[in-house]
């Protein structure tokens, strides 16, 4: 599909059809990025959607045994916390 560019002030844009924004799932805005030349336009990502499988309990485990910071013990660690 070609589509022609038309001039907006000093800058210029493109129409999508509708049935192209209903399949690329586009909303109210769009990610844009340029590769090799290319524009691509993207549905944006949503903020938190992987959130339930990164804090999954096997996820969460997995974290932690990795973590550094959580191995590092102080004093109020020992001392001061109460459950």
Known sequence: ???DL???GNSHGIRI???IIKQCGFTDSI???LEDHRLILSAPNKPRQNW???FSSEA???ELENNELVAIENKWDVE???W
């Open 17 to 19: 059809p509708q049935n």
């Open 80 to 82: 001061e916390w109460e």
């Open 60 to 62: 969460c485990e997995e």
């Open 6 to 8: 038309i001039k907006i």
């Open 31 to 33: 990610e844009v990025t």
């Open 1 to 3: 599909m070609q589509i």
């Open 52 to 54: 339930g499988n990164l």
